[in-house]
């Protein structure tokens, strides 16, 4: 059985979506806390707790919108991974990339992946994959080719503990 796969994978629609949601609820919070319908707390108070509100929801968003990658996953048959990243302004193919390793805490559920990959240097990339960033074959075959690397590696680690 081989399991090499390649992948692109576009940020997700769905998490954006939750994201944009997110920061408008901490918006409406802050203007909630801000005109005081809730509570009796100073104004100065209110006014500290709606700025950290807009804050928080202002870094979240501008973050995301300025971190987004398009990311290419290659799996070979023997299980090394190949990744490549082309951040999400940009046009053009995702280059070369760089041979990275799944580390064992990556989280692999069959509605999200959310996997961190380490290079030879340690650095560490954390790519989180929704059933609406790759196409549902692509999911299913990185969630199955992931899957089969991590008790590989499983395996491995159990015949040298046992020492054979």
Known sequence: MSIAVSAVVQQSRCLAGLLVLMCATLFLIAAVLLFGLVGDL??????????LCVACGSYVFFRTLRNGKIYKIQISGNGQIRLAGLPAGER???????????LPDSTLWPGLLLLRLQNAVRQTHNVVILPDSVTPDSYRALLVACRWIVMRHADADKQRISGI
């Open 92 to 102: 053009g193919e995702p280059g070369e990339g760089e041979l990275v390793e799944l």
């Open 42 to 51: 100073s104004l100065t108070v209110r006014s500290l707790l709606a700025v």
